[in-house]
């Protein structure tokens, strides 16, 4: 029959599942094709909202300024392969996982490897939030009365994404590549046929919102100059979100089967051209069709119901007008694609940030947890750490994509920058030590790659950070700092901690003598057990020590210790105010200030029981006793078990067949082992 233990990890293996063996590491490593839906989902989704956050900027004036989308597409393109080209560098380079954080701190200092995590771990969990609300954004399109339990849908979809991660990598990656695959052929079949119909039929692709007029926001009717360009740069900003996720194949190389380096630049090759061309499709459908989305479903002149109904996101209207409207199947399938696909999303993060967790962990800059693996050879704690924060996130901006996304991408171009730059004195150094001219040529064509990819996302963060900054920005530009701050706070606390632990002259003296004190309330079993532990370590002094708080039950305990003639002398602390801790405590200080090198050794009596309700009950003196002689130093705490008959059979140990190693010769039957209590 199962035992207790066993019925109180089944909610765990309902979820994770059976543990997988340490030696079994390297069968978790991704082929290429399961490693682009883990590791590319993240920036291959961004297809859903990248042109959609485009026109709602530019909508913000009319639709005057849409003639700018398509120039503003082709520079996220083009930034797009920069990036992608710059990243082949980094994991050629370091292929460890790091990423723009070992980049940086290898290359820039700590101070700068720090600004990357920090950046890092805020878009990660960002990620989680942008992707799970937009994807729900989708389902709501598809099935409008679902938006009053749009936080609800978001929170527990967050939670199904971390139980999916929590089950393994190789597990999640099989989950999760299905619905990517069919999202991006869905979206390529999509603007092939949108793109047929516009140039070579008589039935082109029309918009439900085509006809619609939009009402310029305040401000937006009439602009020129400065004015003109901060907005272009505005909404190129925003389409940057198409870039988000590049960077988690460079800290996921540790995850592709060897070559683990060449694998994952081809991966990243890979997803920059499914991504691109993807993006350049469904912008040019959504312009060709006639596509409005703005901010405020009200400034649409023409959407008669937008104080109660959802606008449709910009792919269901382009679906709904390729496949022949919203009850099409084409329509359906887009959707359910694409929303899927959106959740999923969140799976770059959910690889992405527990292995940075880990490598910080390992550098002392995180909780060491935060390094240990879990039952299925991932980063359980960093992934219930992720899925935390982002539900938080969710609650907290009630699942609003619009006012998400205007936090995201600052971390993503932070780390992008100071990586690239990074890149760039890494070739400096090879440069100067390398002989080989062949070799030298491709460090510096590697160099000008990383330089062009260094000043683009530079000035794209500045962009960023300038026209975001009142929007949202701020609170990612505040968070980042703390992170900062806290992380350096950690790492101090450990190496603060490893200088007090390093060993020297003093820890390998002998103490000049050791005093064992068996602590007593009454003369019973336990407190038997416990004296006959300490004889039995021949302590150079042994005393047995009781606090008197009842003077009745005081002369009650020293008659029953002379009555069993226990060969060691009893010694009493008065209380007068009833008090058990201190005094023990105070008695105990006495002989380490008498004879400080001396060892002290307290052994504690303890009833062990099977019931929680029988802790409430008993143990409470012992658990307050050692929570303050463990601050004493020169003293060690012993606890003396004593099992009581509720504790028998709760112990893994106790489940066995047959009789233990010795039960025979003892002359004990089957039926006696198992009546008998074992440790």
């Not at 329509?331 to 992405?352: E, P, S, W, Y």
């Not at 105010?577 to 200080?589: C, S």
Request: charge should be neutral.
């Amino acid at each position: 029959m199962p035992s207790l233990s066993d019925l109180g990890q089944l909610p765990k293996r309902l979820v994770v599942g059976r543990p997988v063996r340490s030696d079994r590491l390297g069968e978790s490593l991704l082929p290429k094709r399961l490693a682009l839906p883990i590791f590319a989902s993240d920036p291959l989704s961004s297809v859903a909202y990248a042109t959609q956050e485009i026109l709602i900027v530019l909508t913000l004036a009319g639709t005057a300024f849409l003639f700018l989308a398509p120039w503003l597409a082709i520079a996220v393109v083009l930034l797009l392969a920069t990036v992608v080209l710059s990243y082949r560098q980094v994991v050629r380079a370091y292929p460890s996982g790091g990423g723009d954080y070992e980049v940086a701190m290898k290359n820039h200092g700590q101070f700068a490897g720090l600004t990357v995590a920090s950046a890092l771990l805020v878009d990660y969990v960002l990620t989680v939030a942008v992707s799970v609300a937009a994807g729900t954004d989708n389902i709501i399109s598809a099935f409008p009365t679902l938006d009053e339990h749009r936080v609800l849908i978001a929170v527990g979809l967050v939670t199904v994404l971390a139980a999916a991660n929590l089950r393994g990598v190789r597990e999640s990656g099989r989950t999760f590549a299905v619905p990517t695959y069919l999202f991006i052929s869905g979206i390529l079949v999509m603007v092939v046929t949108g793109l047929v119909r516009d140039l070579f039929t008589d039935s082109p692709v029309v918009a439900e919102t085509a006809g619609f007029t939009v009402t310029p926001e305040p401000g937006y009717e009439q602009l020129a100059g400065v004015a003109l360009l901060f907005f272009a740069l505005r909404a190129f900003a925003s389409g940057c979100t198409a870039l988000t996720g590049v960077e988690a194949i460079a800290n996921g190389v540790p995850a592709f089967k060897p070559p683990k380096s060449r694998n994952a630049a081809t991966t990243l090759a890979l997803m920059g051209g499914i991504a691109a061309a993807m993006f350049a499709g469904v912008t040019a459908l959504a312009l060709a069709s006639g596509v409005k989305y703005v901010e405020h479903p009200c400034d649409l002149e023409g959407f008669t119901d937008c104080e109660t109904e959802p606008q449709r996101t910009v792919i269901a209207q382009v679906a709904a007008a390729t496949f022949g409207g919203d009850t099409s199947v084409g329509f359906f399938a887009i959707q359910a694609a694409t929303a899927l696909v959106l959740v999923l999303a969140a799976n770059t993060a959910f690889n992405g940030f527990p292995l940075l967790g880990s490598v910080l962990a390992q550098d002392r800059f995180l909780p060491r947890q935060l390094h240990t693996r879990g039952d299925k050879l991932v980063y359980s704690n960093g992934i219930l750490l992720l899925a935390g924060f982002a539900a938080l996130l969710l609650v907290a901006f009630q699942a609003d994509v619009n006012r998400l996304i205007q936090m995201y991408i600052v971390g993503v171009f932070t780390s992008f920058s100071i990586g690239q730059w990074g890149m760039v004195r890494h070739w400096n150094r090879e440069i100067g030590l390398s002989d080989d001219p062949v070799e030298k040529r491709r460090m510096r064509r590697s160099q000008v790659i990383n330089t062009i990819g260094g000043t683009l996302t530079t000035v794209v963060l500045v962009i960023i950070v300038v026209t975001k900054f009142t929007r949202g920005a701020y609170l990612v530009i505040l968070v980042m700092p703390v992170l900062f701050v806290l992380m350096k706070a950690i790492n101090k606390h450990y190496s603060h901690v490893a200088a007090q632990l390093r060993p020297d002259s003093d820890s390998r003296l002998l103490p000049s003598k050791v005093h064992a004190i068996v602590l007593v309330s009454k003369v019973h079993k336990p407190t038997l057990r416990a004296l006959a532990f300490a004889r039995a370590t021949r302590p150079d002094v042994l005393t047995a020590l009781t606090v008197n708080v009842d003077d009745e039950d005081t002369r009650s305990l020293q008659a029953d210790w002379e009555r069993y003639d226990i060969p060691v002398p009893l010694t009493v602390l008065e209380s007068p105010y009833r008090e058990i801790t201190r005094p023990v405590v105070d008695f105990v200080k006495g002989v380490r200030r008498d004879s400080p090198r001396e060892l002290v050794v307290v052994f504690v009596p303890q009833y062990v029981v099977g019931h929680w309700w029988e802790n409430v009950l008993h143990n409470q003196s012992a658990l307050r006793l050692r929570a303050r002689l463990q601050f004493q130093p020169g003293v060690m705490i012993t606890t003396v078990p004593w099992q009581l008959e509720s504790s028998v059979g709760r112990g893994e140990d106790d489940r066995r067949l047959g009789p233990m190693p010795g039960d025979l010769r003892r002359g004990l039957t089957d039926d006696q082992v198992e009546a008998t209590p074992y440790g």
